[in-house]
């Protein structure tokens, strides 16, 4: 297994062993594209973090996100449009809505628009452009942040190749899918003098068909330039940009009811739309003092916007569209959208910025060969919010009811110092985060029809939070073939904008989101072609924040002490090597038990502004929520088992099984709405409370190389066509149906 790694992530993510420390000033020139065995550089890691290359990614011809992810033990990828452009990811437990534990990186540099005031995903890149995928979930986190809780997604994007060439492919399949995909670089050297070497690489991606339901086709562009100017041997400058835009028919989930009378891939809501842009560029320049010493400086930036209009607000049991609407949709009776005169917009508009040295340093400082590690980060980000109600059932203006700006500034560091000691490492470090946010609430008409007052005056709130987070990590190599390591951190993430300062301007008493995360565990390769690693972990929450609809309902901002702590299981075996055949019979199993996804405590609503708690937190705790009961949406077990045959002529199928285990929808631990609810009850029909049942899907893909540079495909996900809820918090969501597709890729 081999990737590609940037100058960035070969600067300040993989450790050097301790041969590599030299004293030597003098450098040569390295070249463009750097390869380095990711098999050597997981071993000594000392972290459970896991590394998917494009070879695994393109035999498995993963359809989104979500279906790469689900190979990683320890992540859990929730389904919602079945195009993975808004994946729902949680690590070890952790509820997965909107991935808002998860940090998001692109070569080492912050990718979500708004990851300090906002860490919603509501943009995610297609995953053809990546070559690679990296998952953190130990004390590296603690060089990234700020989201350092659970764990991290670093997408790798693929270097220019030394000579001029690229790749295309095409993909189609049932549910009016289409997918192309071009790439096209090379690298040529400088005769003029003024540098050394130069090299391009452009990446092309269009995407289109029907969601997992009626009424969700999605249609998406993304351009990705990358440039890498080697300037002389010791500096080099790389640059990025993308283009994204998204347009497609998102709504949220059904009733009941529904679901009864309709069917899963029930969906009346045709006028629903959601539109994204985004721009984004980034720049690492790097200056190597000498073979030891390097220092790279990256500036990144981006800009988001999303329209999403839809109407009903939020949940099944929303009357924006009349009493009447409400009770036909949870009797489960046929609704005409188009009599709804009524739709909502939620404006957003996102900036972020930020500027980021790092330093690397290979040094014998104390008499022990050393690996030091060191950066500082200055982060900006602002938000223009805006919610509009329209009169007819397809505006896309009208009456403001909501008017805010908000506004983030982070300034962080980090350092960490790698002592090779023989066969041991122990890497002590800290990390410090310092956040103030802004609130400016802007007049706004509102809407009285629906009991929405307007403001006329303008009001500012601010708040700010600063936080030291040590960490630890240590290695110990007894043999070749195995590594055990140990590490633990302090994690953090910072609250949301809109949870720290009152839309009246005053400041919430809103901590932090704190844990203490420990990781043991060992990695081995006993023989060639076998590969196991084992990890034991254990998160400890002081602070936990549920946000909105998380756990069912529409919760208020609440917080809570729980735990989480189980196993990993990654293994591969490949025969041919193990046995030294030409054809290879092969197995991967990846496996995760949660036993212990424990609410340690009740969790604690935080007061509105008039210092009253929302309806759903009667005494002000979350309605249910007490101390023992499992956390919302953290199934026991997660398995995916792959058995497969590849030749080394270019065939290779496989057929992949998924399993995910039954899982509470909310804070109750219902098994069904009716336990707490009367059966007539809006909130027992809504389908947002109950029990998510186990289900198991079996997905299938080959790939034939007809000659070399040709390769042909098909796939077959969900092949016995299952149906299967994935999530309740806005209603019922259902996994995807069958998808069938083919395609080719010629690489020139």
């Not at 940090?103 to 509501?122: K, S």
């Not at 949660?594 to 009667?618: I, M, Q, R």
């Amino acid at each position: 297994m081999r990737y590609k790694k940037t100058a960035l992530l070969s600067l300040i993510v993989l450790p050097m062993t301790a041969s590599a420390a030299q004293e030597n000033s003098s450098i040569e020139l390295p070249p463009m594209e750097v390869t380095s065995s990711s098999e050597n550089n997981i071993l000594n890691m000392s972290s459970s973090s896991t590394i998917l290359d494009e070879k695994e990614l393109f035999q498995s011809h993963v359809f989104n996100v979500n279906e790469a992810l689900r190979k990683v033990p320890g992540v859990y990828v929730r389904d919602e449009d079945g195009f993975g452009i808004r994946p729902n990811i949680g690590f070890r437990g952790m509820n997965p809505f909107r991935s808002t534990k998860v940090l998001f990186l692109e070569d080492g540099l912050l990718l979500n628009y708004a990851p300090y005031g906002d860490n919603d995903i509501y943009y995610h890149p297609p995953v053809e452009r990546y070559e690679g995928i990296e998952v953190m979930k130990g004390a590296e986190l603690n060089m990234y942040g700020p989201q350092t809780i659970s764990g991290a997604v670093n997408y790798l994007t693929p270097n220019p190749p030394p000579k001029p060439g690229g790749s295309i492919s095409f993909t189609g399949g049932n549910r009016d899918y289409l997918s192309g995909h071009v790439r096209y670089g090379g690298t040529v050297e400088d005769t003029t003098g003024t540098v050394d070497r130069v090299g391009g690489v452009m990446d092309y991606v269009h995407k289109e068909g029907e969601g997992s339901r009626d009424n969700t086709f999605v249609k998406l562009d993304d351009v990705n330039l990358k440039t890498v100017i080697d300037i002389n041997a010791r500096n080099s400058l790389t640059l990025r940009g993308d283009y994204y835009q998204e347009n497609s028919q998102s709504t949220f989930g059904i009733t009941e009811a529904e679901l009864r009378n309709f069917g899963y891939r029930y969906n009346p809501f045709k006028n629903d739309e959601f539109y994204t842009e985004r721009f984004s560029t980034s720049a690492t320049h790097e200056f190597r003092f000498n073979d030891d010493v390097k220092l790279s400086a990256n500036f990144y930036w981006s800009k988001f916007d999303r329209d999403f209009w839809r109407q009903e607000n939020q949940q099944p049991t929303d009357n924006q569209c009349g009493n009447a609407f409400r009770e036909a949709r949870l009797a489960g009776q046929a609704v005409d959208v188009d009599s709804c005169n009524f739709t909502r917009g939620r404006l957003r508009h996102y900036n972020a910025w930020g500027v980021e040295p790092r330093l690397h340093a290979n040094h014998n400082w104390f008499g022990v060969a050393s690996e030091l590690d060191a950066g500082v980060r200055m982060h900006y980000e602002n938000s223009a919010r805006t919610t509009v109600d329209g009169n007819t059932s397809t505006a896309r203006d009208g009456v403001t009811i909501e008017n805010n700006d908000r506004f983030a500034d982070a300034y962080s560091g980090f350092m960490q110092n790698r002592f090779i000691l023989g066969d041991w490492t122990v890497t002590p470090g800290i990390r410090v985060e310092s956040v103030s946010y802004q609130r400016k609430n802007n007049p706004y008409q509102g809407n009285p029809a629906l009991g929405v007052a307007g403001n006329t005056k303008s009001s500012v709130g601010e708040s700010d939070l600063i936080e030291a987070l040590p960490s630890f990590a240590m290695t110990y190599q007894p043999i070749k073939q195995a590594t055990l390591f140990f590490n633990m951190h302090r994690g953090f993430a910072p609250p949301r904008v809109e949870d720290s300062v009152y839309a009246d301007g005053s400041s919430v008493e809103i901590a932090a989101e704190k844990s203490w995360n420990y990781e043991v565990g060992v990695r081995s390769q006993p023989v060639k072609g076998v590969k196991t690693d084992l990890t034991l972990f254990h998160n400890d929450f002081d602070s936990l924040t549920a946000v909105g609809t998380v756990g069912g309902n529409d919760t208020g901002v609440a917080q809570g002490q729980a735990l989480f702590q189980g196993i990993e299981l990654l293994t591969r075996v490949d025969t041919a090597d193990l046995f030294n055949w030409t054809h290879n019979p092969y197995l991967q199993i990846a496996y995760t038990w949660v036993p212990t996804a424990e609410t340690t405590s009740p969790f604690h609503c935080l007061p509105l502004s008039n210092g009253s708690f929302p309806a759903s937190c009667p005494g002000g705790n979350v309605l249910g929520s007490k101390a023992g009961n499992r956390s919302p949406y953290a199934p026991e077990h997660l398995v995916t088992a792959t058995v497969g045959y590849s030749h080394p002529s270019g065939f290779d199928a496989h057929l992949e099984t998924v399993f995910v285990a039954e899982q509470y929808g909310d804070f109750r631990n219902l098994e069904s709405a009716t336990d707490f609810y009367a059966p007539t009850s809006n909130e027992a029909r809504s389908g947002q409370f109950g029990m998510i049942n186990s289900y198991t899907v079996v997905n299938f893909a080959s790939t034939y190389k007809v000659y070399k540079g040709l390769d042909l495909y098909v796939s077959v996900k969900n092949i016995f066509d299952d149906r299967y809820i994935v999530d309740r918090v806005r209603g019922i969501l259902p996994g995807s149906p069958r998808l069938v597709q083919a395609g080719f890729k010629y690489d020139f």
